[in-house]
C-alpha cells in the first residue's frame, strides 16, 4: 500500500512539473512578437474572443478574397442576409459539437481534444458589423497580407467541388455554421495557437505561441 502511494506521490508530482512547465512555456513565449517587415493599413480585420477561444473576423468580401466562394450565410439558420464579415474559427470536433458552453465540459472531452486523437471543424459566424469591445480588437493589414492570410485559412476547409460542406442542423446560433477541417488538435496545437499560426504564416504580427486567447487580443490592444 505504502509502495502504491508512493508511486501515485511521483506520478501527481511529474504532473505537476509537466503543468507547471507547460504553464511557463505559454506566458513565456507570448511575451515575444513576431512583427513583418512590412506592414499596411489597407483592410481592417479584427480578432473577437469568448474570453477562451479567438476567431478573426474579415470582410466577407472584397477585392482581395470573395469568401462566398467558398461558404455561405445560407449555411446559417437566419441566412445571415446583412452579412458583411465573418469570423473563423478552428477546433477540435467533440469539443465544438458537444460543448456549446463551459458546463457541458466533461473530462472525457477535455481529454479527447487534447490528445491529437481527433478530428477538427471550422467556425463561421456571420456578422452585418463588428464593434471594438473588450473582447474585440481590431488591426488593419496590407493587401498582400490578406491575400496570404486567406489563403492559409481556406486551406485549413476541407472541400467538395471546390466548397466547403457545412455541418447539417450544427448551430450555435442563428448566424454559424459548421464545416471539415483539416488539422488534428492538441495541447500544442489549440484552437488559439491556430489563429496565431494563421497571423505569423500570413506575415502579420503575432506572437511565438501560445494556448491562450487574451496574449492574441494583447498584441492589438
Known amino acids: 500500500m505504502a509502495t502504491l502511494l508512493r508511486g501515485f506521490i511521483r506520478i501527481a508530482g511529474l504532473l505537476l512539473i509537466l503543468i507547471l512547465l507547460y504553464l511557463a512555456a505559454a506566458f513565456g513565449l507570448s511575451t515575444i512578437s513576431v512583427k513583418p517587415q512590412h506592414n499596411g493599413n489597407d483592410i481592417t480585420l479584427y480578432l473577437i474572443s469568448n474570453g477562451v477561444h479567438v476567431d478573426i473576423a474579415m470582410p466577407l468580401q472584397n477585392e482581395v478574397f470573395d469568401w462566398t466562394t467558398l461558404v455561405s450565410p445560407t449555411d446559417t439558420l437566419s441566412g445571415s442576409p446583412d452579412a458583411r464579415y465573418l469570423a473563423i474559427g478552428w477546433g477540435e470536433r467533440n469539443f465544438y459539437l458537444n460543448t456549446p458552453t463551459w458546463s457541458d465540459l466533461t473530462a472525457s472531452t477535455a481529454l479527447q481534444a487534447l490528445s491529437g486523437m481527433n478530428q477538427t471543424l471550422m467556425h463561421v459566424s456571420f456578422y452585418p458589423a463588428i464593434q471594438e469591445n473588450e473582447r474585440i480588437v481590431r488591426f488593419a493589414v496590407s493587401r498582400e497580407q490578406y491575400r496570404q492570410l486567406s489563403q492559409h ?28 477541417a483539416h488539422g488534428r488538435y492538441h495541447l500544442f496545437n489549440t484552437c488559439n495557437s491556430w489563429v496565431n499560426r494563421q497571423l505569423k504564416n500570413s506575415q502579420i504580427e503575432a506572437i511565438v ?7 492574441l487580443l494583447d498584441i492589438y490592444r
Open 209 to 215: 505561441w501560445t494556448p491562450f486567447a487574451h496574449h
Open 153 to 180: 485559412i481556406q486551406q485549413q476547409f476541407v472541400l467538395s467541388n471546390q466548397r466547403a460542406m457545412a455541418l447539417p442542423n450544427v448551430h450555435y446560433h442563428q448566424n454559424d455554421a459548421f464545416y471539415p
